[in-house]
């Protein structure tokens, strides 16, 4: 999904102001909790195009 895609999706359900929460889980694909997203937690690959969150 590309960030245009996630915003696109977003804006059509009235969800374009809403916090972005990061759902992490272990190796045996079990959730483990959430992480709000922080700007400085962004990492830009640009040789990749890769927004990594």
């Known amino acids: 999904m590309t960030i245009k895609e996630?915003?696109?999706m977003?804006?059509?359900n009235h969800i374009e102001n809403f916090?972005?929460?990061i759902q992490y889980r272990d190796g045996g694909g079990y959730y483990e909790g959430t992480s709000e997203?922080?700007?400085e937690e962004i990492e830009v690959?640009?040789?990749q195009?890769?927004?990594i969150l």
């Open 10 to 12: 977003a804006k059509a």
């Open 37 to 39: 997203l922080m700007e």
């Open 19 to 21: 916090n972005i929460e």
């Open 49 to 51: 195009k890769t927004v």
């Open 45 to 47: 690959n640009d040789t």
């Open 6 to 8: 996630l915003y696109e």
